[in-house]
């Protein structure tokens, strides 16, 4: 019953490999986000996706690459990875664009060595 | 530019007493203002917004806000803390864009003592 799932729940890796999150909602969701917070706990939106189409581009090196194979999912690929990108990473969705409430999948960690 | 302030890093409460954890805003347009709730290890839960109307909103497990227009802020409050609320709570801020795009402030993290 799930609403926003996302794979894997912990992610370790090393330095300059190349990983894959992924993220599904079943709430029949238009719009999916991906969100970074940082050690600090803090915030930040990345990308969002409205019916595939990209609407949020953040600064964001490009060695991030989000996919949105349909309106249920959204992968963010990482290239190369850091130290850091070492944070928890949260996928979002929304019933649509504009002003609406977001609802977070339960996070990602991720931790380059 | 758009942002949110939360100006209390931690705010410490007895169980039973009022609380409230503060959120102003700086906006160019009308606010939109959401908050949400993150336990520890968990991912972010909505707790409630404020998009027009009712400057009092209530929201999920008691809590509710007020938006106050004069003074930009959008304090979160409830009338007797519970030590399951405590939590990292977000104040956030959509401006009313296009892209449904949260900013979010810096988080205060409410420690409620039994």
């Known amino acids: 019953d799930t609403a926003v799932s996302q794979t894997p729940k912990y992610l370790v890796t090393q330095m300059g490999n190349d990983k894959s999150i992924k993220c599904e909602q079943n709430?029949?969701?238009?719009?999916m986000y991906w969100y970074k917070q940082d050690s600090k706990k803090f915030l930040k939106i990345m990308f969002s996706y409205n019916n595939k189409e990209l609407i949020i581009n953040e600064t964001v090196p490009n060695r991030f690459s989000p996919k949105s194979p349909d309106k249920a999912h959204l992968n963010l690929h990482i290239n190369s990875l850091e130290l850091g990108d070492s944070a928890v990473y949260f996928c979002?969705?929304?019933?649509?664009?504009?002003?609406?409430?977001?609802?977070f999948g339960p996070g990602t960690r991720l931790t380059v060595l | 530019a758009q942002s949110v302030a939360q100006p209390e890093d931690q705010v410490n409460v007895a169980e039973g007493n009022p609380l409230t954890v503060k959120c102003t805003y700086s906006v160019s347009g009308n606010p939109y203002l959401f908050w949400y709730v993150q336990y520890p290890n968990r991912g972010l839960q909505f707790l409630l917004k404020y998009i027009t109307g009712d400057n009092l909103v209530k929201g999920s497990y008691g809590f509710e806000a007020e938006f106050n227009k004069s003074q930009t802020s959008f304090h979160l409050k409830k009338p007797s803390a519970l030590v399951s609320d405590s939590a990292l709570y977000f104040c956030a801020v959509n401006y009313g864009g296009a892209t449904n795009k949260l900013i979010f402030g810096t988080g205060t993290l409410l420690a409620v003592q039994p």
């Open positions: 709430l029949g969701h238009d719009t």
């Open positions: 979002a969705s929304s019933h649509r664009t504009g002003v609406d409430t977001q609802y």
